[in-house]
């Protein structure tokens, strides 16, 4: 079966689990994924599963990139900022919805084809830098919108620092049973953050500092 068929499946999938928002729907089914991973995998591409990328890490599997970007409410004004470049799958998603992406990668490598994607693919409102993200990205704060994934201990405070009033963060943690969950931080006019659970999740950790690369 050709990708477009197995996208449209993919497509019809995410609408059954619950995802409404068309634009979210519209930008996962514009991405080639198949792009995005080692050729061979190429035929699990639109499954819905998370797969293996360079370096010990993943793509994030399609439902959990469209429930992240869906609990964001991105409009095409916002700047955005992405915790985890990976494969760059996640970036370039957002970048059909906001103003302007800026990614942070702790491996080279990674982010080296990533960056290739993105030009093979002419997006060009994405910002990628190699280096620890959570420290955030002052020079570029503040942001509309923080999208971390990779799931720390807890959430940097950095990141929060760098929400703007009215901003929405989303992230996963690990939680005191040793699982993880998504959680979404709203910051409030006044300084204070409400926080809401979402779901259980897996991800890689979140690890401080840059990467050794293999
Ligand atoms: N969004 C990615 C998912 C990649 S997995 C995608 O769409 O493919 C998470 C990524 O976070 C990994 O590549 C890992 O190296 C990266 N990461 C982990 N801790 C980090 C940190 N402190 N700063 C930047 N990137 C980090």
Request: aromatic letters at 6%; one cysteine or more; glycine letters at 8%.
């Amino acid at each position: 079966m050709s990708d477009d068929y197995h996208k449209i499946e993919l497509i019809m999938s995410l609408r059954n689990r619950g995802i409404r928002d068309t634009r979210v729907l519209a930008a996962i089914e514009r991405i080639p994924r198949e792009k995005f991973i080692n050729p061979v995998f190429a035929e699990q591409a639109y499954a819905d599963q998370s797969l293996p990328i360079e370096c010990g890490q993943t793509i994030s599997q399609p439902y959990i990139v469209a429930f992240m970007t869906e609990k964001l409410r991105l409009d095409d004004r916002m700047k955005v900022l992405e915790v985890g470049t990976g494969s760059g799958y996640q970036a370039a998603v957002l970048s059909h919805l906001c103003r302007r992406v800026y990614t942070i990668e702790r491996y080279r490598t990674l982010l080296r084809d990533a960056e290739e994607r993105f030009a093979e693919l002419r997006i060009s409102n994405i910002t990628s830098m190699a280096g620890d993200g959570t420290k955030g990205w002052p020079s570029q704060a503040p942001f509309d919108r923080i999208i971390v994934t990779a799931a720390g201990k807890t959430l940097p405070p950095a990141l929060l620092e760098q929400l703007r009033p009215g901003g929405i963060l989303v992230a996963p943690v690990d939680t005191d049973s040793g699982d993880q969950e998504l959680i979404r931080v709203i910051a409030g006019d006044d300084g204070s953050y409400t926080q809401e659970s979402l779901l259980p999740v897996r991800f890689v950790p979140l690890v401080e500092g840059m990467a050794k690369e293999m």
